[in-house]
């Protein structure tokens, strides 16, 4: 098992809160939630369904995204 860090944006639009991967929005890296913590779980499953495809297709991850054998913590503040 592998771990992936990804750079993400999140931003205000409209209501909602916007949240996307900006190298893997093309293949449906984005979503919205209510709430900013919303969008930022909503942004976490998705990326995975989309990293996961990538892998399952061979397709070559981003170079934005970094790949760790271990696990790893990543802490905003």
């Keep these: 098992m592998k771990s992936y860090i990804l750079p993400i944006v999140v931003e205000p639009d409209e209501d909602q809160w916007r949240a996307f991967v900006p190298d893997l929005e093309s293949l449906g890296a984005a979503t919205w939630g209510k709430t900013r913590e919303e969008a930022l779980e909503n942004i976490r499953e998705v990326a995975q369904i989309?990293?996961?495809?990538?892998?399952?297709d061979g397709a070559p991850l981003p170079n934005s995204v970094t790949e760790s054998e271990r696990p790893v913590l990543a802490v905003t503040v």
Excluded: S
């Design 50 to 56: 989309v990293i996961e495809e990538l892998i399952e």
